[in-house]
């Protein structure tokens, strides 16, 4: 071997070195699983919606809405229309561009799945 390989070698390490100390070229966004689901809610969207989802705060204006027991595939829809904009929300639009698809799912799911006042009215008499 010669001396202008061993400095190749060593120009190699030092790169591999350097690039394992950046860590990845891209952000990962973490696992969409149950638990961040459950973590994720407590640590953001509580604030506002409630710890359980079901008592939200009474921002003067635009209070937020009681999301537990909500039907997952509505909150899916309400998620994604923020993030695409096709709800426009100061409040909620940042909140959920920061979500990835697998986030959203996840998030409605946990969601869903709290006990909450919401339910099916009875349908109406209309008398006919
Ligand atoms: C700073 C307060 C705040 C935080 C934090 C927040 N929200 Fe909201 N959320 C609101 C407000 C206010 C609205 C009503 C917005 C509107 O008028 O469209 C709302 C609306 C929603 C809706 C629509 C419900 C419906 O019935 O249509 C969903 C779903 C929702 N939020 C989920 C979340 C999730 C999930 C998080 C956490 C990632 C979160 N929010 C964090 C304030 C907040």
Known sequence: ?????HI??????VFAAAAFAAGPAFAIPPAASP???ARHFKNTCSSCHGADGAHPIPLPGNPPPILAGQYEDY???ALNEYRDG?????????QAKALTEAQVKALAAYISSLPGPLHTLPRPDFGH
Do not use: Y
């Not at 096709?86 to 940042?94: D, F, H, L, T």
């Open 1 to 5: 071997m010669n001396r202008a390989s």
């Open 8 to 13: 190749g070698i060593l120009a190699l390490a």
């Open 35 to 37: 638990a961040w689901a």
């Open 75 to 77: 909150l899916v829809q």
């Open 86 to 94: 096709q709800r426009k929300n100061v409040i909620m639009a940042p």
